[in-house]
Every structure is written in structure tokens, then in C-alpha cells.
């Protein structure tokens, strides 16, 4: 490969580099519309969280790629390690709760991602002891999220409904209270108000499908990462082995001329 073509090669992979890096500046801005706005739906809890997450990742790729147009094999080594430990950590802990809240044996009487019990002890503690719980809470009662009957998703079914096995039945859209089974026994089903502004906000099964929903995004964020590193990894990798592949040819032709000398 003559330098004129493989200096085209490099600079096709540096432009692919860049690509990571403008998906997240857009997930950046939009982020940042919504944390300087407002969420219409409530469901992006912890809007500085994902702020801070895309500022380092677009860092990061922004350090990457320029590493990989300069040449700076050590910068681009740093910037991968830094992107798989921030995976393995979203990974790992979005993972574990998910999975807590999936692993559930008495699943026949309340839906999984329901029970709080199951999600991780730490996991609890350190997502709804915060503010941001109680700002959810005041955004569904403010945005009236629970008054629109025809959409169905896991807010409206952990908040806006008493829990499934407590019994109730709806009846010309009032929840009426079963005569026996576990109203009087179990919190959830106490807690559970007809009043708009109380509904089942404070319900474990509210504060399980707040928990769920916001590891799911984490979850799906790490994965959309990994793809990020896969094309970096292309883009880092294929211009290395393009540049070792010519140094070897050109170490040949030298010993080659030697011994003809």
C-alpha cells in the first residue's frame, strides 16, 4: 500500500471515529433541553446523571478521535479503557436490578417488576432515598399522568392502580373493595386512595416500577455504548494492522536489499 493510499485509509477511519461521538453530542443536547426544560412524561428521572454521563462520554470520544488522527497510541489506549470500565459498571449494576426485579417466586399473584422486595437492598436505598423520587412523584400528580385511562405502561400499573392481588374490581371506573383477601394485610393495598392526588404514589409497587424503569434505561444506554466501542474498536484496530502490515513489508524489502548488497 503506497502512502497516498494509506493515509486515505486512515483518514476514512477517523472520519468513522467521529460517528460515537455525534450520536452522543446529540443525546447531549436533548438531554440538556429536557434538564433545563421539562420532562413531559416524567420517565427521565436523574436528568444529571445522564448530563454528566454524556459529557465524559463525548470527552472521551472526542480525545479518542483525535488520538487516533495524531497517532497517539496512548490516548487511544486510556479512551478504550475508560469507555469498558464505564460499560462493565452500567452493565453490572443496571443488570443486577433488573434482574432482581424479574426473579420473583410467587410471580402468580403480582406482576415481577412490581414486588420491591426483590430488587437489590442497595438499590433501593440509594435510588429512593433522594430527591429525585419525590420530584417524580410530584411530576405524575402534576402532569396528570394517571388520568389518561388509554395508554397502559409500567408507571400506570405500579402508581396509577392498586396492586393486583389485593382484589380489586373496577366498577364504572371506581376500584371497589373486595369483601375478603389480603386488603387489611398488606400496606399496598391499605395505601391505595381513590383521591387523584394519592392514588397508589406511595405504594411499593410505584417506587418498584420507578426503580425498573430507570435501571432498564441505564441498561440500554450501556448497550448502545458497546456499539459505540465496536466502532472504535474498528477504527482504532484496522489502521494499527494497516501500518504493522506495511512496516513489515518495508523491514523485508530492507533485509532483502542487504542481502543482495
Known amino acids: 500500500m503506497t502512502a497516498e493510499e494509506e493515509q486515505c485509509v486512515h483518514t476514512f477511519f477517523v472520519v468513522v471515529s467521529v460517528m460515537p461521538m455525534v450520536f452522543t453530542g446529540y443525546f447531549l443536547v436533548k438531554t440538556a433541553i429536557m434538564f433545563f426544560g421539562f420532562d413531559p412524561d416524567c420517565t427521565h428521572a436523574h436528568l444529571d446523571w445522564d448530563l454528566a454521563l454524556g459529557l465524559f462520554l463525548f470527552t472521551l ?3 479518542g478521535t483525535l488520538s487516533l488522527a495524531w497517532r497517539v497510541t496512548a490516548l487511544q489506549s486510556t479512551c478504550m479503557a475508560l469507555l469498558l470500565v464505564t460499560i462493565a459498571l452500567i452493565l ?5 436490578i433488573i434482574k432482581g426485579g424479574t426473579e420473583s417466586n410467587d410471580s402468580k399473584t403480582i406482576e415481577e417488576y412490581y414486588r420491591l422486595e426483590t430488587y437489590p437492598s442497595w438499590a433501593q436505598k440509594f435510588l429512593l432515598k433522594d430527591n429525585d423520587w419525590h420530584v417524580f412523584q410530584k411530576c405524575i400528580i402534576e402532569r396528570k399522568i394517571c388520568e389518561n385511562v388509554d395508554k397502559e405502561d409500567l408507571f400506570r400499573g405500579g402508581c396509577c392502580k392498586p396492586p393486583v392481588y389485593c382484589g380489586f374490581q373496577l366498577k364504572n371506573q371506581t376500584w371497589l373493595i373486595p369483601e375478603s383477601g389480603l386488603y387489611s394485610d398488606d400496606a399496598n393495598c391499605v395505601m391505595w386512595s381513590h383521591e387523584k392526588g394519592k392514588l397508589c404514589y406511595g405504594c ?3 417506587k418498584a416500577s420507578y426503580i425498573n424503569d430507570l435501571s432498564f434505561k441505564w441498561y440500554w444506554r450501556g448497550g448502545i455504548i458497546m456499539s459505540a466501542v465496536a466502532v472504535w474498536i474498528i477504527s482504532f484496530g484496522c489502521p494499527h494492522g494497516i501500518e504493522m502490515d ?4 518495508r523491514n523485508r524489502a530492507t533485509e532483502s ?3 543482495m548488497a
Open 246 to 249: 506495511n512496516n513489515r513489508r
Open 61 to 63: 470520544f472526542l480525545a
Open 257 to 259: 536489499a542487504y542481502v
Open 204 to 206: 411499593n409497587t410505584c
Open 92 to 96: 453490572g449494576a443496571s443488570g443486577n
